[in-house]
């Protein structure tokens, strides 16, 4: 996907951020089986501006990949949850995990990790990005 976006920005004369985001199962690898630090070994050389994790689960799925990626990455870090990991239920999916517990969760991201860009996924609510926003507003990335 990365050489892909390469080539079609090479082909329009055009350079645009590429920003890699995976998604990783609470078993800690990615659907194919790839682990974070083999993911950072194969796609930080490709030239990429931002690299970091969404989807599948919450922030607490999410810290000890995060954790890895801050002290690795010499690129800047990204992070969009979804509101915690989901609930299959009668009605479908439930994502558990409040607009303030997020934005607990995306501070603390930022403070501990150096998170550069956040945001949320799955079962996020305008309520969510606004509490969201409210608390990073200001709040510089720890120098990693």
Do not use: W
Not at 76 to 103: I, Q, R, S, W, Y
Not at 105 to 119: K, W
Not at 131 to 144: K, S, T
Request: aromatic share 2%; glycine share 12%; hydrophobic share 40%.
């Amino acid at each position: 996907a990365v050489l892909g976006a390469r080539r079609a920005m090479d082909t329009l004369g055009t350079d645009v951020p590429l920003l890699v985001s995976m998604a990783f199962e609470t078993t800690g690898t990615m659907l194919l089986g790839s682990e974070i630090g083999a993911a950072l070994t194969a796609l930080e050389p490709l030239g990429i501006d931002m690299i970091g994790l969404n989807c599948s689960t919450g922030p607490a799925e999410m810290t000890e990949h995060l954790r890895h990626l801050a002290r690795h990455s010499r690129i800047p870090l990204l992070c969009m949850p979804n509101a915690g990991l989901p609930v299959l239920t009668k009605d479908g999916a439930h994502f558990p995990l409040g607009p303030e517990g997020l934005a607990d969760a995306q501070e603390t991201f930022v403070r501990e990790y150096g998170i550069s860009l956040v945001g949320g996924c799955c079962g996020t609510t305008p309520e969510h990005l606004r509490r969201l926003v409210e608390r990073v507003r200001g709040v510089a990335p720890v120098e990693r």
